[in-house]
């Protein structure tokens, strides 16, 4: 992914506004949202004290990648995401996930569908080591096309438990990776790729796998980094989802550089191809291979990166002149 072939493609590539989400649009929306509400703490999940701990409550679905599952008919593995979605967000505040309980709503209900739902939601509820404790499904022609699966994770955490939440200058990141395009960006890789494919047809990089199947790879899950996590100096994690690279602002207004990131996986490199994206749009968008990060002292964050399988330092917390931060990956600047 050249510096070079995202300034050939600035004009008529396509980007994830024009796609059809715009994600400025859409955090606006949920802060006026939140501000109607009422004021909750976390960045990641609301708490409420219940006298020597938090109560955490994470609330998210899986998006349009259902629309790749309907295309070809599977949805066993669109319920891991469904967990993954919210459990990782706990884990980004320092919160242990206890239990899910998800509401699934449809057009009209169906047998096959809802049982390889519940198999990945079940798949899900293992490796998160959560509860699955009920759900709801609504039947809603009128309101419904199709059908739509969302969730709600609960989790504990001590009052010392919680992570800061802001980086510092001087930090160390940790990150890991991620297990492809996760949950995040499907609006805009689903319009790239069935440009000139099919779902059905042969992932150029990987034959003996549709595009569907590497599209659906299911979001990884990162509940077993958090006791590592707890027991270190983390000042702050963050779950790269929605906003690609941008979401590492979360952590304060620092500048992030990222020397060591991980491979993109080939599924970006596709998407990049067939929608003539921009490096830019694709940072800040996707993933790029790392799912999941920790600013931690740099001691601390060489502890951590040693204690998980596949962690490893991949940059620095500096300060930033931007008002917002910013991110420094391949090449790029972004806030």
């Known amino acids: 992914m050249s510096d070079e072939a995202g300034d050939e493609t600035d004009e008529e590539g396509l980007t994830y506004a024009e ?36 109560l955490a409550l994470a609330t998210d679905g899986v998006g349009t990648k259902l629309l790749v599952a309907e295309a070809v008919d599977d949805y066993s593995t669109v319920g891991i995401d469904c967990i993954a979605m919210n459990v990782n967000d706990l884990v980004a505040q320092g919160v242990q996930p206890v239990a899910f309980v998800d509401y699934l709503a449809v057009e009209e209900p169906d047998d096959e569908t809802a049982e390889q739902l519940g198999e990945g939601l079940r798949r899900g509820a ?63 890789a689903r319009e790239a790729v069935t440009r000139s494919h099919d779902y059905d047809d042969p992932f150029p990089p990987n034959p003996d796998r549709t595009i569907a199947a590497e599209l659906l790879e299911p979001t990884r899950i990162y509940t077993d980094l958090l006791e590592t996590l707890r027991n270190h100096e983390t000042h702050a994690a963050a779950h790269v989802t929605g906003g690609g690279w941008t979401n590492l602002t979360r952590m304060g207004a ?40 920790a600013a931690l002292p740099p001691a601390a964050a060489e502890a951590v990166a040693d204690a998980t399988a596949d962690g490893r330092v991949i940059g ?13 990956i391949r090449g790029l600047s972004l806030s």
């Open 126 to 188: 293992s490796q998160a080591d959560v509860a699955l404790v009920g759900g709801e499904t609504a039947v809603m022609p009128d309101v419904i096309s199709g059908l739509d699966i969302a969730g709600t994770a609960a989790g504990l955490a001590p009052h010392d438990g919680l992570f800061e939440g802001a980086a510092e200058p001087g930090d160390a990141i940790v990150g890991w990776p991620s297990s492809g395009i996760h949950s995040n960006g499907l609006t805009l």
């Open 254 to 293: 620092h500048r992030y550089d990222i020397t060591d990131p991980f491979d993109a996986q080939p599924v970006f490199e596709f998407v990049q191809f067939e929608g003539e994206v921009t490096d830019a749009e694709m940072h800040r968008t996707f993933n790029m291979g790392t799912g999941f990060v």
């Open 316 to 328: 620095t917390v500096a300060e930033s002149d931007e008002e917002d931060g910013e991110v420094a």
């Open 19 to 54: 796609a059809g989400v715009d994600i400025d649009e859409s955090e606006a929306a949920t802060a006026a949202l939140v501000g109607a509400a009422g004021e909750f703490e976390g960045d990641y999940a609301g708490l409420v004290d219940i006298g020597d701990q938090y």
